[in-house]
């Protein structure tokens, strides 16, 4: 017995881990899923249903709003914190005087929660008091700037917030990449007559695929999830013209009480991610294994 | 002949000290324009949060406050004393410590014993144990909030923050176990075997051995997981309400409570309370903040 026990220790330390996961992860996921299938209103009702669900969901105007928004978001997002993070991170990468300094400003806002930040930027781009009177009494008469209550443009003001806090995120990813290049390779490049910008553009970009592979994929994930900044900036409005589909989920589920309903909704937040997710774990393990 | 060319060989060196000079500078105005760019916010919240709503009216965002003038702050950490209907900060304030605290440690720990046996003690199929964990860094929240809620229903902790410390332990355990199992793998385990040869036990062998040389990553986890529980506001704001709300719930509620004068002062002291300790901990830990920001995203 004691023999045993001291056999399997090491699998009994894993078990409450494994298990609070399988449990509260895998097995919620498939309740989920479960309930995506049923025709739940308030409660959970346990008789299949079918897939009626999927169809309501597709069918709401608000979720293809959410899909539409979620769509532009994610582009947006994603293009301008690449591209600022990779402009920083090259700029700092110049034997820059105070580099940490800088390091440390761009890099603050992910320390602060969405709701901070959130609640910043409400009052900066209010159009009464914020950035547009600003102009306004600077002497830029006709200047104007509503983009919060403009049902066209509020989705924007979103993707300005979003870039704001995470670009620095992946400037820091972009810096540790260039850093961990061993200098042979560009004082070679420098060598045979290329200049700065070739080494960047042609040998040291390219070399940083994983990196930006990375980027990518923790970028995408953050803007699927994305709910706080949304609550704190917009709630879903003007109207119901920024939700996105982690505030359909939750409105769904807590405010209309339609749990089968929103149990489709974060079942295909589920997929998406998991597209994303699965292959980069999968070539993450493959590079470990090669190693 | 052979001076000329040494000459418009000197002006060339020349003229390349001039563009290096000018793009030097260039850079550097580059650099300080993206920093203004991302102080603007901060530095609107603090001089915002120290005006009256006098001069927030006449002034712009930008206009530097007449006087340091902590009231806002006053109001937003301990309300204005007029009893039902006055909400501040301070009681959720401390909710947040109460929630951060166990979370933090029951996780941290979890994740460090479950990362030193994937490392040291390897089994069959480990890897996919790994694997198994891992991927519960990344599923969307939503997914498992309706059951979660009624889990906490019949567990009979929903709305307390015992409900918000075991949903933050759980769904901390993969990031926990994610740093410790990266930063274990690289400790040789000839220093483990040699150990075990030598008669020392399971714990002994994390206690005596692993232990010791684990600060760094410790310290990476504990800020990590502070910062995410802290920060958070889905699960607050499904699992909790009234007086039972960590802070980013209260502070929420506080600026869409929608009374007839809206003091954004008051909203912006409240932001920045909301805000100081994770910004603290960035300051005097920002080296150990980015580790765990890469190596989080890095490695899953």
């Given at each position: ?12 330390v ?38 009626g ?6 069918g ?30 090259i ?7 105070a ?11 992910m ?16 159009p ?6 600003m102009?306004?009494?600077?002497g ?5 700037f509503?983009?919060l ?6 989705i ?21 990449g ?16 290329a ?15 994983p ?17 706080d900044?949304?609550?704190a ?11 996105m589909?982690?505030?359909y ?5 807590f405010?209309?009480?339609q ?6 909704s974060a079942?295909m ?13 999968y ?9 | ?8 060989y ?7 000290k ?12 580059a ?7 991302f ?17 927030i ?18 109001v937003?950490?301990?309300g204005r ?8 900060l ?9 929630m ?33 964990l891992?991927f ?7 997914a498992?909030?309706?059951?979660m ?6 567990l ?61 990553i410790?310290?990476?986890?504990v ?9 958070d506001?889905l ?11 960590p ?22 002291a409240?932001?920045?309370?909301a805000g ?11 080296k ?11 490695k899953?």
């Amino acid at each position: 017995m004691l023999k045993w026990l001291e056999k399997n220790l090491p699998k009994i330390v894993m078990a409450p881990a494994v298990g609070l996961i399988g449990w509260f992860v895998y097995g919620f996921v498939l309740w989920t899923l479960y309930i995506s299938f049923t025709n739940s209103k308030i409660l959970p009702k346990y008789e299949l249903w079918g897939v009626g669900q999927y169809f309501k969901l597709w069918g709401s105007r608000k979720w293809l709003i959410a899909v539409d928004n979620l769509l532009i978001f994610t582009a947006l997002f994603l293009i301008f914190c690449v591209v600022i993070g990779i402009i920083l991170a090259i700029f700092l990468d110049q034997k820059i005087r105070a580099e940490g300094v800088l390091r440390t400003i761009y890099l603050y806002p992910m320390a602060l929660s969405f709701i901070v930040t959130g609640t910043a930027w409400k009052w900066i781009l209010n159009p009464t008091l914020g950035i547009q009177k600003m102009f306004i009494d600077w002497g830029f008469e006709n200047f104007t700037f509503d983009w919060l209550v403009n049902r066209e443009m509020a989705i924007y003001t979103i993707v300005i917030a979003g870039v704001w806090q995470s670009a620095g995120f992946v400037m820091a990813l972009f810096l540790a990449g260039l850093r961990s290049v061993e200098d042979e390779i560009v004082k070679a490049a420098k060598i045979d007559g290329a200049n700065l910008f070739t080494v960047y553009w042609k040998i040291l970009l390219p070399m940083m695929r994983p990196v930006f592979f990375t980027s990518f994929v923790i970028l995408v994930h953050i803007s699927i999830k994305s709910y706080d900044l949304i609550v704190a900036l917009t709630q879903g409005g003007p109207g119901i013209s920024t939700t996105m589909p982690a505030l359909y989920m939750t409105q769904t589920a807590f405010h209309k009480s339609q749990v089968g309903l929103s149990a489709a909704s974060a079942i295909m937040m589920f997929m998406a991610v998991a597209a994303v997710i699965i292959p980069y774990l999968y070539s993450e393990l493959r590079r470990e294994n090669a190693r | 002949m052979q001076d000329k060319s040494q000459t418009s060989y000197k002006q060339l060196e020349m003229k390349s000290k001039y563009t290096n000079m000018f793009l030097r500078w260039f850079l550097y105005f580059a650099l300080i324009l993206f920093a203004l760019y991302f102080i603007f916010p901060l530095y609107v919240m603090v001089v915002t949060s120290l005006k009256t709503m006098e001069e927030i009216r006449q002034g712009t965002l930008l206009t530097w406050p007449s006087g340091l003038n902590f009231e806002s702050w006053a109001v937003a950490w301990g309300g204005r004393g007029y009893g039902a209907g006055d909400t501040f900060l301070r009681p959720y304030f401390w909710n947040s410590f109460k929630m951060v605290v166990p979370a933090v440690f029951f996780s941290t720990f979890i994740g460090a014993m479950t990362g030193y046996v994937l490392t040291k003690w390897r089994f069959k199929g480990d890897q996919w144990v790994f694997l198994f964990l891992l991927f519960g860094c990344f599923i969307p929240f939503q997914a498992i909030l309706l059951p979660m809620a009624r889990t906490l229903g019949v567990l009979g902790i929903s709305n307390s923050i015992i409900g918000l410390v075991l949903v933050h332990t759980v769904y901390g355990i993969p990031f926990t176990t994610l740093f410790f199992r990266n930063y274990y793998i690289s400790v040789p385990t000839e220093l483990v075997k040699a150990a075990r040869i030598d008669g020392a036990g399971f714990f002994k062998i994390f206690f005596k051995i692993l232990l010791p040389i684990s600060a760094p990553i410790i310290v990476v986890t504990v800020i990590w997981q502070f910062t995410q529980i802290w920060n958070d506001f889905l699960f607050g704001s499904t699992f909790s309400f009234g007086k039972a709300a960590p802070i980013q719930v209260a502070l929420n509620n506080m600026v869409l409570s929608s009374t007839s004068v809206k003091e954004y002062n008051v909203d912006m002291a409240s932001a920045i309370i909301a805000g100081i300790p994770t910004l603290i901990v960035y300051v005097l830990a920002g080296k150990y903040f980015i580790r765990g920001l890469t190596s989080g995203a890095v490695k899953g």
